[in-house]
């Protein structure tokens, strides 16, 4: 995937970025905005959808619209149920 945002230079098939999230009371998880890694951070204009991603049910995909351009978030779940570790967010190069 090319990134034509400014500044969304891939360094490899997955970059691992912090998300900032709401949670509504049914649990939804809504990405409100992503922080790259040099510290630039794109607000999250609309998310457009969500569905699972892959195989298996710990991968999902949002579409979302950043400076309207849409791209894809996916956020991979932990498999560690104990942990407070949920899971992370990644876009793809």
Request: one cysteine or more.
């Amino acid at each position: 995937m090319n990134y034509e945002l400014k500044g969304w230079t891939p360094v490899s098939d997955r970059l691992y970025v912090k998300v900032t999230s709401d949670f509504d009371s049914t649990g939804y998880m809504q990405p409100r905005a992503i922080l790259w890694p040099d510290g630039r951070l794109f607000n999250i204009d609309e998310v457009r959808a969500f569905r699972p991603a892959g195989d298996s049910h710990l991968l999902d995909c949002y579409t979302v619209i950043i400076h309207g351009q849409e791209r894809h978030l996916f956020f991979e779940r932990s498999v560690d149920r104990l942990g407070a570790r949920l899971g992370r967010w990644y876009v793809e190069a």
